[in-house]
């Protein structure tokens, strides 16, 4: 029994183990991959949760681990791979040659590890937020994470044509943008359904068939669309509520 209780917490290890991986990749030009364990990253940290309800395996370590197997795997992996991304569009090159930058250069690639920052901030105001024991209040790390991966993946297999509609000043906007929502106060629902009555779940259903379409389309990088449109989608709620 005492082995059982343990397979959340392997679960999450998991979840880290990817998400270091992932960076190693990223750093090293293969965001392609990161994306792959991100994705794989993101079951571990769906089942891990299962898995401690199903088991009634709750600890005080458990939470600290989830936290800190996210903070890696969606707030610095994602942040790997946008420094990636600067990294090509400054050199030409995914794969970093840093100490080779001039300084204005170096301080570009760096930047967007801002975006793990403010992934730490919300994860440790989440642990101590009453309200969002239902929904949740700000970007997710998870989404944030799956965001960035999904999106750089689109621009890595999708060659030169999408490359280069890409600017740096864009993808230090697109880190200012959720660095601000994973802090914000933007009500977001959550995407775990309790049950599978259409009327309680009818934002879920809507934002589903929308992932269905968006990943037939556009495979991995529909991620980062369905992503938009759930920020989008709770900003609307928000306002006509």
């Given at each position: 029994m005492?082995?059982i209780?343990?397979?959340p917490n392997?679960l999450?290890s998991g ?8 960076t190693?990749?990223a750093?090293?030009g293969?965001p392609?991959l990161?994306a792959w364990?991100i994705l794989l990253?993101?079951?571990f ?7 401690a ?9 458990g939470?600290?681990l ?6 890696i ?5 994602p942040?790997?791979v946008?420094s ?6 400054l050199t030409g090159?995914?794969?970093s ?8 250069e ?7 590890f801002?975006l793990t ?5 919300r994860l440790a105001?989440?642990n101590?937020d009453?309200r969002q024991?239902?929904n949740?209040?700000g970007?997710t790390?998870?989404a ?10 689109m621009?890595?297999t ?5 490359l280069?509609n ?6 230090l ?12 106060e933007i009500?977001?629902?959550s995407?775990k ?5 259409f009327k309680e779940?009818i934002?879920?259903y809507?934002l589903?068939?929308?992932a269905i379409?968006?990943l ?8 980062s669309?369905i992503?938009l449109?759930?920020?989008?989608y709770?900003?609307?709620l928000m306002?006509t509520?």
């Amino acid at each position: 029994m005492s082995i059982i209780r343990h397979i959340p917490n392997s679960l999450t290890s998991g979840n880290l183990l990817l998400g270091a991986i992932g960076t190693y990749l990223a750093i090293n030009g293969r965001p392609d991959l990161t994306a792959w364990c991100i994705l794989l990253a993101s079951v571990f940290d769906f089942f891990d949760g299962f898995a401690a309800r199903a088991l009634k395996a709750y600890s005080d370590i458990g939470k600290d681990l989830d936290s800190l197997a996210d903070l890696i795997s969606f707030g610095l992996a994602p942040a790997a791979v946008f420094s990636s991304l600067m990294h090509f569009l400054l050199t030409g090159s995914w794969q970093s040659n840093f100490m080779a930058l001039g300084t204005t250069e170096k301080i570009l690639v760096l930047l967007p590890f801002m975006l793990t920052v403010f992934a730490a901030l919300r994860l440790a105001k989440f642990n101590n937020d009453t309200r969002q024991t239902e929904n949740f209040i700000g970007l997710t790390t998870t989404a944030t994470g799956m965001f960035t991966v999904s999106l750089v993946y689109m621009l890595y297999t999708g060659g030169q044509s999408l490359l280069q509609n890409v600017a740096p000043w864009m993808i230090l906007a697109v880190v200012a943008v959720f660095a601000g929502l994973l802090v914000s106060e933007i009500p977001m629902f959550s995407l775990k359904f309790k049950s599978f009555g259409f009327k309680e779940n009818i934002h879920r259903y809507v934002l589903l068939l929308a992932a269905i379409i968006s990943l037939a389309l556009l495979g991995v990088g529909g991620l980062s669309v369905i992503i938009l449109l759930y920020i989008l989608y709770s900003i609307v709620l928000m306002v006509t509520k």
